[in-house]
Every structure is written in structure tokens, then in C-alpha cells.
């Protein structure tokens, strides 16, 4: 499958290394049409964004809806768009405290089927879940059944068996996860490390 990456950056890395070893052609999207050390060709946002079957937004959280309406309705298409951001300012403050960037997407290209995930997940945990000791859980939101089936498969290809993928429902359900950010915040300054994700135990 050929996957745009919208975003250059540790996320956006992380991702892309972890899909290519699964077997995708990537396309990384960036505002200056270059950057180095990607698994895969560097091109234009809207390019990039023409060109993928799925498109992943790995832009930060807080510009992506304008990003995503400076490339278009045109190159987005009725694609899935797999949305991993979370939308924080730089003083630690929520652009949507009443809803979420995904919902936001959502509702500005009603044809594209987004998907809200890995959010939760620090950067070098989202390609790699075996790192960790114990298992642990990755979410899913999401108004599109089938849009959701699409991402699944490719959690799975970064390692996120079935089994620890939770799906919470619509769309709107991204606030709560986008709203975690702060709990994630505080635990990793807490502990000192990155290298933790959620587990639920009943």
C-alpha cells in the first residue's frame, strides 16, 4: 500500500520506519518539499497527500486543520486519514477543549474517513509495542467501519495485535483521548521516561 505521511518530524519517522518494514511505499509530505533520514520520498503536502491510498497526519495538532485546508478537499479525496496528533499550544493549552482536532477534520472534509489513534502513544512505542515488558492498549475513533477495519490492519503491521487495540467509538470519542495528553504529561515527568503505554486490567 502506498501511505502519505504528512509531517517530517519524530513522529512522523517513527511511524514511516515501522510501516516500511511491514512492506508500504511511503511518501512524506512536508511544507519545504525536503527533509532527510525518512524511509521514503519527500515531496510537497498536497503531493504527497494525492498520491497516498491513506493518509497518515502527523502534522502538530494545533495548525493541522489549516494545514489540511491549505492542501485541500481535492488530493484528500474520500481517503482514510489516520490523524495521530494531539492539539496542544505551546503554553500547554487545548485548541479544541470542547472537542478535538479529529472532529475538527472530520467535520470540515465529511467525504474523508478519519480515524483517530496512537495519540496515546509516545513516539518511539507507536512502531514498537514489544519494547515493553507487558502488553499494552492502542485506541481507535472513528465514525467510517471500514475506515477503521483499514487502520487496524496497519496497527497491526506496526505491531498492535488485534487484542490491544480498543475501538471507542465515533469520532467524538477523540477528546478523550486527545484530552489525555495532560495525564500522559504528568506521568512521564512523574517517572522520569517515555517508555510506558496503558494497560487496562479488570
Same mark, same amino acid.
Given at each position: 500500500?502506498?501511505?502519505?505521511?504528512?509531517?517530517?518530524?519524530?513522529?512522523?519517522?517513527?511511524?514511516?520506519?515501522?510501516?516500511?518494514?511491514?512492506?508500504?511505499?511511503?511518501?512524506?509530505?512536508?511544507?519545504?518539499?525536503?527533509?532527510?533520514?525518512?524511509?521514503?520520498?519527500?515531496?510537497?503536502?498536497?503531493?504527497? @497527500? !494525492? +498520491?497516498?491510498?491513506? $493518509?497518515?497526519?502527523?502534522? /502538530?495538532? =494545533? &495548525?493541522?486543520?489549516? *494545514? %489540511?485546508?491549505?492542501?485541500?478537499?481535492?488530493?484528500?479525496?474520500?481517503?482514510?486519514?489516520?490523524?495521530?496528533?494531539?492539539?496542544?499550544?505551546?503554553?500547554?493549552?487545548?485548541?479544541?477543549?470542547? @472537542? !478535538? +482536532?479529529?472532529?475538527? $477534520?472530520?467535520?470540515?472534509? /465529511?467525504? =474523508? &474517513?478519519?480515524?483517530? *489513534? %496512537?495519540?496515546?502513544?509516545?513516539?518511539?512505542?507507536?512502531?514498537?509495542?514489544?519494547?515493553?515488558?507487558?502488553?499494552?492498549?492502542?485506541?481507535?475513533?472513528?465514525?467510517?467501519?471500514?475506515?477503521? @477495519?483499514? +487502520?487496524?490492519?496497519?496497527?497491526?503491521?506496526?505491531?498492535?495485535?488485534?487484542?490491544?487495540?480498543?475501538? %471507542?467509538?465515533?469520532?467524538?470519542?477523540?477528546?478523550?483521548?486527545?484530552?489525555?495528553?495532560?495525564?500522559?504529561?504528568?506521568?512521564?515527568?512523574?517517572?522520569?521516561?517515555?517508555?510506558?503505554?496503558? @494497560?487496562? +486490567?479488570?
Amino acid at each position: 500500500m502506498i501511505i502519505s505521511i504528512l509531517g517530517t518530524g519524530r513522529v512522523a519517522s517513527a511511524i514511516g520506519h515501522g510501516l516500511v518494514k511491514a512492506g508500504h511505499e511511503l511518501v512524506f509530505g512536508s511544507r519545504s518539499g525536503h527533509a532527510s533520514g525518512l524511509p521514503g520520498r519527500v515531496t510537497s503536502l498536497a503531493e504527497a @497527500a !494525492s +498520491v497516498g491510498e491513506v $493518509i497518515v497526519n502527523a502534522t /502538530p495538532g =494545533v &495548525s493541522a486543520l489549516e *494545514t %489540511l485546508k491549505a492542501i485541500g478537499s481535492g488530493p484528500l479525496g474520500a481517503k482514510v486519514l489516520i490523524d495521530v496528533s494531539n492539539a496542544i499550544s505551546d503554553g500547554f493549552v487545548l485548541a479544541y477543549p470542547n @472537542a !478535538s +482536532v479529529a472532529s475538527a $477534520i472530520q467535520d470540515e472534509f /465529511p467525504a =474523508v &474517513s478519519v480515524v483517530k *489513534t %496512537l495519540n496515546t502513544v509516545h513516539a518511539q512505542v507507536m512502531a514498537a509495542p514489544g519494547s515493553l515488558a507487558s502488553p499494552s492498549l492502542v485506541f481507535l475513533s472513528g465514525n467510517s467501519p471500514d475506515g477503521k @477495519a483499514t +487502520v487496524s490492519e496497519l496497527l497491526a503491521d506496526l505491531g498492535w495485535s488485534p487484542d490491544a487495540q480498543v475501538d %471507542l467509538g465515533d469520532i467524538s470519542t477523540a477528546r478523550a483521548t486527545e484530552h489525555y495528553i495532560f495525564f500522559s504529561s504528568a506521568l512521564t515527568q512523574a517517572i522520569g521516561s517515555t517508555q510506558w503505554n496503558l @494497560a487496562v +486490567v479488570e
